[in-house]
């Protein structure tokens, strides 16, 4: 029988954390960001101090975007290892809920840990508390439990002995994995508790592969051996399983054609003969022409997003099926599909020895090279320097100045769309985007969590000037920290992709781009002085030419290296993509609306419910 040790409840916490490892040894929660106040910095920060040596404590300047950084280092170490964040209460802890929307949506693992109220509510009400006139027991955090896979709100200090085990669980659960949240109650860290010594002995957390149910499996093989037409879909899926080379070999063997999400995107090389590359709404002509043939669309660790599916317009075939080969029930049944729940690498594998001798009659014969050679130009550097540059120029740029172990990193606005079609991913792992909350804000800091992830790597940002300017403050925190990566701020003046959205469903030009808002003809930012001032290297640039020679010396910076490119905000690559359900008015007085939303009915009725 073990004997006990007396601590705090947030001491306690802090210690059985440190136990906590991943089947290599390491531990599972690498350190822990933190913005203290008055409802987390005697409790929990007391107890980080205690171990500054050992486990880290990093200081951020916004509670959103410190969990952004944490986010995208869970990501970029494909889900094996996660980062902690704590807050105070009220506006501290609110502002982690759109972080910990993201981390839910992209199935992501981060342990969230703001304060809360006094659990004895002896001085309610505290500081910062939203008070409920009909629950006595509703705080501000209540509104982690939407966006969380598990919440518990620590009252008393013997609680963490479940409920510690309980948040682990879920971050290493390849089939619930997302973000936790314990709703810490400052008074309640202060408390002192005798815990049985062996809670703290080190455990080890084994990311375990669901194998396929064999009637599934049948179901499933038979289907696929049946088709003339199959394509598969790659999401995020096969990266979080490391299923890449399983992949590949079953491409290889079964002569199946791949089209890559956002989230899939890279794995893959983006020259395998048969990688059709993007899928979608930003989809290439090669991926989506073979989509709306396709007889069984095979799915692969993927949610089957709007932007994939084309709202579900994409798969045109009448007679088509659905499978869906992943580890979570929830998204295996999506839509009527035929479902094959189980890991990614460990279906490929049995899928594909149940299709001993099959190989796929369909033909993509020529597609990828029409797609590169209508896009291929639009990358290309421009002859005449005078005129602003594209995003699709930008992106060539980097592309020409990228290395092997180059990260392309980004999340909303112009680029997600641009880089999907037209980037060049050589690894996997080499392409990182957010899209499944496609949250501004996410950029700089994403970057930098996903530096502190892979030091080794060449990490290049995209971000608009929207976006900066929605939240820009961790780049303060990695000039700080001395971590180094390049930030490509385009700058249309505005929110570029939305205003051609506006268009493209009848609107007028209104209150996206800067000359078309109230007062917009004042704002005049200089975004590489702003830039400079919070520490980073930074230099503004006027042609694509210039923009390539910004890049070859971003291995000099020793922090954050931002190039900001005044860029044209209505090019898009013309070529590629299908319908996006947007909703047009039904009534208008304008003609523009009446004609886009005769378009919209039309395509509407391609949209397909089973």
């Known amino acids: 029988m073990s004997g006990t040790v007396r601590l705090t409840a947030a001491q306690a916490m802090v210690r059985y954390i440190q136990a906590q490892n991943t089947e290599d ?136 002995l479940t409920a510690l085990p309980r948040a682990f669980r879920i971050m290493t659960d390849p089939a619930e994995c997302g973000p936790v949240c314990l709703s810490f109650c400052q008074d309640v860290q202060a408390e002192a508790y005798d815990y049985p010594e062996s809670f703290f002995e080190p455990k080890v957390w084994r990311q375990r592969r669901m194998r396929s149910d064999e009637v599934e499996l049948a179901e499933v093989a038979d289907l696929i051996r049946s088709a003339k037409r199959p394509v598969i879909v790659a999401g995020g899926g096969v990266h979080y399983a490391q299923a890449t080379e399983a992949l590949a070999t079953f491409v290889d063997t079964h002569k199946i054609p791949v089209t890559e999400t956002q989230a899939g995107k890279s794995a893959l090389p983006w020259d395998h003969p048969l990688n059709l590359g993007p899928i979608g709404v930003t989809g290439g002509d090669a991926a989506n022409t073979v989509c709306a043939e396709a007889d069984v669309v095979i799915g692969v ?43 990614a690498l460990i279906g490929l594998q ?59 990193m980004c999340a909303a606005g112009t680029m997600p769309g641009e880089l999907h079609k037209l980037w060049k991913a050589g690894k996997p792992g080499s392409y990182h985007m957010e899209y499944g909350f496609s949250c501004m804000g996410y950029e700089i800091a994403g970057a930098m969590g996903i530096k502190m992830a892979e030091p080794e790597r060449d990490v290049v940002c995209f971000t608009g000037d929207g976006t900066y300017m929605m ?24 929110y570029g992709c939305i205003n051609r959205l506006q268009m493209g469903c009848g609107g007028a030009e209104f209150n996206n781009l800067l000359e078309h808002a109230i007062g917009g003809e004042n704002s005049n930012i200089d975004f590489a002085k702003h830039a400079e001032a919070m520490g980073a290297t930074s230099t503004k640039v006027r042609s694509i030419s210039e923009l390539e020679a910004a890049l070859a010396k971003r291995f000099d910076a020793k922090g954050p290296y931002v190039i900001v490119i005044d860029t044209d905000p209505y090019p898009s690559t013309e070529y590629g993509g299908t319908w996006w359900d947007v909703g047009v008015p039904e009534v208008s007085d304008r003609d523009e609306v009446n004609s886009a939303r005769a378009n919209y009915e039309t395509k509407k009725k391609r949209q397909r419910a089973d």
């Open 25 to 160: 040894g390491t531990r599972f929660i690498e350190g822990c960001w933190a913005i203290f106040g008055h409802g987390n910095v005697a409790g929990i920060g007391e107890a980080l101090h205690a171990h500054k040596e050992t486990f880290p404590t990093w200081r951020g300047h916004n509670e959103q975007t410190m969990a952004h950084a944490a986010i995208a280092y869970a990501k970029q170490k494909g889900r094996r290892k996660a980062m902690a964040v704590t807050s105070s209460i009220g506006p501290g802890a609110a502002n982690m809920v759109t972080a910990a929307a993201l981390a839910h949506v992209n199935r992501l693992p981060v342990l969230l840990i703001p304060g809360d109220v006094f659990a004895d509510r002896g001085p309610d009400p505290v500081l910062q508390q939203v008070e409920d006139w009909s629950d006595g027991t509703v705080t501000v955090n209540d509104a982690f439990k939407p966006v969380t896979r598990y919440f518990d709100r620590i009252t008393r200090p013997e609680q963490l």
């Open 471 to 494: 939240a820009n403050s961790e780049m303060a925190t990695a000039a700080m920290m001395g971590i180094p990566f390049t930030i490509v701020i385009t700058d249309n003046r505005g």
């Open 350 to 408: 049995e899928l594909g020895t149940a299709l001993d001798g099959y190989i796929s009659p369909g033909t993509v014969d020529g597609l990828k090279a029409d797609w590169f050679g209508k896009v291929d130009p639009l990358t290309e550097a421009p002859e005449d320097n005078t005129q602003l540059p594209s995003d699709m120029q930008v992106i060539g740029a980097v592309q020409r100045a990228a290395e092997d172990n180059t990260v392309v």
């Open 301 to 343: 660790g993927t949610r089957f997003q709007d932007f994939t599916t084309g709202s579900w317009g994409l798969f045109a075939n009448p007679a088509r099926k659905l499978i869906s080969l992943n580890v979570a029930a929830y998204d295996a049944m999506k839509h009527g599909a035929m479902p094959l729940q189980c890991d």
